[in-house]
Each structure stands twice: as structure tokens, then as C-alpha cells.
């Protein structure tokens, strides 16, 4: 076996074990989320909030653990909050969001027509996480998304992939790597810059008509690298950057997603414009 061999086919498995060490104590509850208020679907919509929000959880997540700080807080703000699992490998457990993107996507619109249904709305909200605020844009695009989707809201999105420090710039130089990736992990492979899944998606243009677009990024991201590819082009994108909003605010990419107030803050300005109000380190 040459030896990249021995570095590459065991990556899926270290990064896993890797996230197990992260977030042990958060996958203990997640049977916490009905008692928290989000995934009730007996919730109706306010007049104030009159747009379900769906929360898409990041690569090596899931739909519990990433929103232990968002789904509490938008439900106190009355809003009706609902999280789900996709891209699930089979024989991992809990971490989820690695499967094929575009499957992942089909997931997703099956998960948003449940929400509407129960919720007798004819548009939803999206909010995601890291791999979650791109996902959606395959679903808007290609699956009919835009027709029932107001607003996406992307936390530390990686909308033109990531170089993961650099280390996806490496792939090249070990022939057959990207195929290996491909077949452990599909979701790490369609995340590089330049794949085939990335350059469809993109193709022109970033954007859809009638979806309101946010990204929320920090310069302190060390997963989706450069930080500046989280941002979108297009009128109805407004690309956020927290170090703008508060220069000593140092959250990385899990924090910003997990338990940034900042960011929380202006999600509910994306999510309601019309009452959007100043964000600041207070937050």
C-alpha cells in the first residue's frame, strides 16, 4: 500500500473520532429538544412570524446537537422552529451531513413540505450551519426551493467550498485521493474547491430570485478557508462579517454556529427585516 494510502482511507474515521471528543456532552441531550420548544408540530405560526424556520445542521452534526443555542432562542422570540437529520452514512451514528450533497438536498425539500403541511404555511425560512447554508442552495436551485423559501440564512457557510487550511489544495498531489475521499466521505469531496458538484451549483450565478440571502462569517474561521468564499454575490445577498459588528470578537467556526449571540442577533434581523435593530457586542 503506498504510503498516502495509510494517511487517506482512515480520514472519515479520525475526523469522526476527532468530533467525538468535541461534543460529548451535547449529544447527551439530545433528547432534550421536544422540551425545548423546537420540532413541536402542533406550533402555529404568529402573525408576527408568520414563516416557519427550518435549522440545517453542519458536516459531522446533527439535527439536535448543532441547535442546543439557536432553536431555544428564536423559539423564546415565538418563532416555530424545526431541525432535521440528512446525509446519514450507514453505521454512523449522530454524525451526520456526509452523504452526497444533492441527496442531502432531497432530504431537505421532503423535510420542508412536512413543516409546510403542518404548519398550513406556504413559505419557510432557512437557517443553516457550515455545510447547511449551502446545501439548501442546491435545493433552491434545482428542486423547486425558491417557490417555498423566503429567507436563507447561512452561519459560516462554505458556499465555494474550503481548502481546509490548505490541506484540500494537497489532494492533487496523491493520485486517487479525491476517488478515496469521494467513497468514504461524498459530502467532504462535493466541499472542495473545483468540484464537480460545487461548479454546477455555482454556474451562473450564486443566487436565485425571490430568496432573500445572509451569510454570517468570522476572519477567525479555521474550516471553511478563505473566509471571504463563505460570502455571496447577487442583490438580495447581504454578507455579514461579526468582527464588523464587534472588532473583539474572537468565535471560530463551531462557536459561531453553536452559541455566538451576535450571530443569533442577526438572524432574527434576516429573518425580520422590518424590525432588525442594531447588533452589537451585547448582543
Not at 34 to 40: A, E, F, L, Q, V
Not at 215 to 220: D, G, M, Q, W
Amino acid at each position: 500500500m503506498l504510503p498516502w494510502k495509510r494517511v487517506f482511507r482512515p480520514l472519515a474515521a479520525l475526523l469522526l473520532t476527532t468530533a467525538v471528543t468535541v461534543v460529548p456532552a451535547a449529544t447527551a441531550q439530545a433528547g432534550s429538544a421536544p422540551s425545548r420548544g423546537w420540532n413541536d408540530y402542533s406550533c402555529k405560526p404568529s402573525a408576527a412570524h408568520p414563516r416557519p424556520v427550518v435549522l440545517v445542521h453542519g458536516t459531522f452534526a446533527n439535527s439536535v446537537d448543532n441547535w442546543l443555542g439557536l432553536a431555544p432562542y428564536l423559539v423564546k422570540r415565538d418563532y416555530c422552529v424545526y431541525s432535521l437529520d440528512y446525509g446519514q452514512l450507514p453505521g454512523v451514528p449522530l454524525f451526520h451531513a456526509l452523504g452526497p450533497i444533492d441527496k442531502s438536498a432531497e432530504q431537505l425539500r421532503t423535510f420542508v413540505d412536512k413543516v409546510l403541511a403542518a404548519t398550513g404555511t406556504a413559505e419557510t425560512d432557512l437557517v443553516g450551519h457550515s455545510q447547511g447554508g449551502l446545501m439548501p442552495r442546491h435545493y433552491l436551485k434545482f428542486l423547486g426551493g425558491a417557490a417555498k423559501v423566503n429567507a436563507l440564512v447561512g452561519i459560516a457557510p462554505n458556499n465555494h467550498g474550503t481548502t481546509l487550511g490548505g490541506l484540500a489544495n494537497l489532494l492533487p498531489y496523491f493520485p486517487g485521493a479525491g476517488d478515496l475521499l469521494s467513497k468514504a466521505t461524498p459530502a467532504l469531496a462535493d466541499q472542495t474547491p473545483g468540484s464537480a458538484f460545487l461548479t454546477r451549483l455555482n454556474a451562473g450565478g450564486d443566487t436565485v430570485p425571490g430568496v432573500q440571502y445572509t451569510v454570517i462569517a468570522t476572519k477567525y474561521d479555521q474550516v471553511v478557508t478563505p473566509y471571504r468564499s463563505q460570502y455571496l454575490d447577487g442583490p438580495n445577498v447581504r454578507n455579514v462579517l461579526v468582527q464588523d459588528l464587534c472588532a473583539v470578537d474572537l468565535s471560530e467556526h463551531a462557536g459561531l454556529g453553536l452559541f455566538n449571540r451576535i450571530a443569533f442577533h442577526e438572524v432574527t434581523n434576516a429573518l425580520d427585516p422590518a424590525h432588525a435593530t442594531p447588533t452589537t457586542c451585547l448582543s
